[in-house]
C-alpha cells in the first residue's frame, strides 16, 4: 500500500511541475510576442501560436503542442504532398513578422516546403504550388510563386538547419534565412492575410516550428530596429508649412490646459504666464481637486469619498454608480491594510501597501492595449493622474461613524447609504487645502519625481498619529490582511456586507449593471486567498488600479464646472491611437513602427 502511495505522489509531483513548466513557457512566449509586435491587439487579431490541427491535409501529424509536424503518407508522387496552416493569419499591425522551422529529420528524399499561404488554399499540396502560396523547398534550393514552377533563389537545406520566414508587412515582400543569414528577397507584392505554412512529402519528414516560443537564430529585431527608424524618419519629415506658428500656439493650449486638468497647479500657472495664457480654472477649484487625488491615489478612499461629499455634495448623489465604483476601491483598500479606517484601528501597514509610484506615466489612449494584469486599465486618463504618496492620513475614528444600509424601495441619497456612515458638515477651509499643498507641491511628495515639482519638494512630513507607528516599519516586512489588526479585519467584513447592501439597493432602484457586479466580486474575491497580493485578483491591490478610479472621479467633478470630461491633448492622443488601429486593419503595416509612445518619450 506505501509502494502505490508513493508511487501516487511521484505522479502527482510530475503533473504538477510539467504544468509549472507550461505556464512558465506560456509567460515567455507572451512576452517575447509583446516585445515583437507591442502593436498588435490579439483581442482582435491573434498571432500565429501553433499549427493548426484543423486546417491541415490528412498525411500531416502534429505533436508537442502542434508545433513538430510530421509527414505520415506514402509519398510516392506530388500528389501525396501535404501541407499545414497556422492557427492565425499574420496581423499587418506586426509591420514585420517572423517564425522559423527546425529541420529534425530529412525524411527519404527531403520534399519539403516552408513559406505562407491564403486561407483556403489547397493542403494536399506544398507551399508555393498554386495562387496565393509561397514557398520555398529544401530539396532543390528553389521559391514557388504561385506556381508550380520554381525559381533559384537559396541552398538546400537538409537535418539540423533551421530556415526563417520573414514578412515585411510595410513593403508587402518576404525573405528566408538559413541559420541566422539572410538569403534575400524572395517574393515581393505579397497580399494582406497570409498564413505560416508548412508542407512535407516523403516518409520519415519532421520539422519543428518556432513562432517566438524560444529567441531566434536569425536577429530579426535589428532588422525591426532599421524599419523603426526608416518610418519614424519618414514622420519626421512630413511638411509642415507656414502653418508652424499656429501648429505651435494651439500645442500650448493643449498643454495648458492638461495640466490644469490634471491638477498640477504651480506647473499650471507658471507655463500660463511664460506662453501668454489664461487658467480658465480657479486656483482654489484646481487645489480641491488636487487634494481629492492625492487622497485617491495615496489608497484613503475613506477621506476621499467624504471630501469630495464636502467640495461637491450633490455630485455622488447623482452618480450612485461613481459612488459604488468609490466605495469598491475603499473595500480594497481596506483589504490592503492602507484606507485610514483600518489604519486607524491599530492595523501596521508596511508602507510597500501603502506606497505609489511618482515617476510618470506614458501617455495611453483608448485604442492602447492594457496588460493581461491591469485589466481596468483602458483608457488613457488611467495613465494622467498626478502620481503621489501619502506620508500622513487624517484619523477618523470609525466609532464616531453611524452606518445607514440603505431602505428598500427607496430613492438614493448619499447619506443613506454611506458605508462610511454620515457625513461631516464642517466645510474644507483654504487653510486645509494649502497644507495639503505644502507638503504635496503639485500633488507629488518628496519622494517622487514625476517631472511636475516646479524646482521644489519637501524633505519632512508629519505624520498624524495613528500613522506614525507604521510609517517607521521596513518596507520588506510582510503584507498582512487589513494591516494584521484583527478590530480592523472585522470592519473590513462589516463594510462589505455594508457594500452588498448597497449592491442590491441599486439593483432594486437602477436595474442590473454587469460592470458594478463583476467589480464587487473581483473585490470580494480577495479574501478567498490567504495571500491576496499574490493572487488570481491580487492585481485590485497593486497602487497603478487607483488611476482610473482617481481619473473617473476627476472628470465626474470636471463636468460640474463645465469642463471637458478629458483634456484636449487626451483626445489628441486617443484620436492617434485610433488612427493606428484602423491603419492595422486595413493592412498597413508602417502603423507598428508609428507609435504614439515613441514621440511622447
Not at 504 to 524: I, P, Q, T, V, Y
Request: proline share 6%; aromatic share 8%; with cysteine.
Amino acid at each position: 500500500m506505501s509502494g502505490q502511495s508513493t508511487g501516487c505522489g511521484f505522479l502527482m509531483s510530475v503533473v504538477v511541475h510539467g504544468d509549472s513548466a507550461l505556464n512558465e513557457q506560456e509567460k515567455e512566449l507572451n512576452q517575447r510576442l509583446r516585445q515583437l509586435y507591442p502593436a498588435v491587439n490579439e483581442n482582435e487579431t491573434p498571432l500565429p501560436r501553433s499549427w493548426s490541427p484543423k486546417d491541415k491535409f490528412s498525411y500531416i501529424g502534429l505533436s508537442q503542442n502542434n508545433l513538430r509536424v510530421h509527414y505520415k503518407g506514402h509519398g510516392k508522387t506530388p500528389k501525396d504532398a501535404a501541407s499545414v496552416r497556422a492557427t492565425h493569419p499574420i496581423p499587418a499591425a506586426c509591420g514585420v513578422y517572423y517564425f522559423e522551422v527546425k529541420i529534425i529529420s530529412k525524411g527519404r528524399d527531403g520534399y519539403m516546403g516552408i513559406g505562407l499561404s491564403a486561407q483556403g488554399v489547397n493542403m494536399n499540396r506544398l507551399p508555393g504550388w498554386d495562387k496565393h502560396s509561397y514557398g520555398y523547398h529544401g530539396d532543390d534550393g528553389h521559391s514557388f510563386c504561385s506556381s508550380g514552377t520554381g525559381q533559384p533563389y537559396g541552398p538546400t537545406f537538409t537535418t539540423g538547419d533551421v530556415i526563417g520566414c520573414c514578412v515585411n508587412l510595410i513593403n508587402n515582400t518576404c525573405f528566408y534565412t538559413k541559420n541566422g543569414h539572410s538569403l534575400g528577397i524572395a517574393f515581393t507584392d505579397l497580399p494582406p492575410n497570409l498564413y505560416p505554412t508548412v508542407g512535407l512529402q516523403t516518409p520519415g519528414e519532421v520539422v519543428d516550428a518556432n513562432f517566438g516560443q524560444h529567441p531566434f537564430v536569425f536577429d530579426i529585431e535589428d532588422y525591426m530596429r532599421e524599419w523603426r527608424t526608416k518610418i519614424q524618419a519618414q514622420i519626421d519629415r512630413f511638411p509642415i508649412g507656414d502653418r508652424e506658428g499656429e501648429w505651435q500656439s494651439m500645442i500650448q493650449k493643449m498643454v495648458a490646459s492638461y495640466l490644469v486638468h490634471h491638477s498640477y497647479c504651480a506647473t499650471a500657472e507658471a507655463f500660463a504666464k511664460s506662453t501668454d495664457q489664461a487658467v480658465h480654472e480657479e486656483l482654489a477649484s484646481i487645489k480641491n481637486r488636487q487634494k481629492i487625488q492625492k487622497l485617491v491615489l495615496s489608497g484613503r478612499m475613506g477621506e476621499a469619498i467624504e471630501t469630495t461629499q464636502q467640495l461637491y455634495p450633490n455630485l455622488l448623489e447623482r452618480n450612485p454608480d461613481l459612488l459604488f465604483m468609490l466605495k469598491v476601491r475603499q473595500f480594497i483598500e481596506m483589504v490592503n491594510g492602507t484606507d485610514s479606517e483600518v489604519r486607524c484601528l491599530g492595523g501596521r501597514s508596511p508602507k510597500s501597501q501603502d506606497s505609489y509610484p511618482g515617476s510618470p506615466r506614458p501617455f495611453s489612449s483608448p485604442g492602447h492595449k492594457a496588460s493581461s494584469s491591469q485589466p481596468y486599465l483602458t483608457g488613457f486618463d488611467s495613465n494622467c493622474c498626478n502620481g503621489v504618496t501619502s506620508s500622513k492620513s487624517h484619523s477618523s475614528s470609525p466609532h464616531s461613524h453611524k452606518s445607514c444600509p440603505p431602505a428598500a424601495g427607496s430613492t438614493l441619497p448619499v447619506s443613506d447609504i454611506s458605508i462610511n456612515g454620515s457625513r461631516s458638515q464642517q466645510p474644507i477651509t483654504s487653510n486645509d487645502v494649502d497644507m495639503e499643498v505644502d507638503h504635496f507641491t503639485n500633488g507629488v511628495t518628496e519622494s517622487s519625481s514625476n517631472g511636475f515639482l516646479n524646482g521644489s519638494s519637501k524633505h519632512t512630513a508629519e505624520p498624524d498619529d495613528c500613522d506614525a507607528d507604521m510609517e517607521v516599519e521596513s518596507a520588506q516586512s510582510k503584507r498582512q490582511l487589513c494591516g494584521g489588526s484583527q478590530a480592523a479585519i472585522e470592519r473590513m467584513i462589516h463594510f462589505g456586507r455594508e457594500l452588498q447592501s448597497m449592491s442590491e439597493h441599486l439593483r432594486r432602484e437602477c436595474g442590473k449593471n454587469s460592470a458594478n457586479k463583476k467589480m464587487l466580486k473581483d473585490a470580494f474575491s480577495l479574501l478567498a486567498y490567504s495571500d491576496p497580493w499574490n493572487s488570481p485578483v491580487g492585481y485590485q491591490l497593486d497602487s497603478i488600479q487607483r488611476e482610473p478610479v482617481c481619473s473617473t472621479l476627476n472628470s465626474a467633478i470636471l463636468e460640474t464646472h463645465n469642463l471637458p470630461k478629458q483634456p484636449p491633448l487626451a483626445q489628441a492622443v486617443g484620436q492617434a491611437a485610433q488612427c493606428l488601429a484602423i491603419m492595422a486593419r486595413t493592412g498597413s503595416g508602417s502603423c507598428a513602427f508609428a507609435s504614439v509612445d515613441d514621440y511622447l518619450h
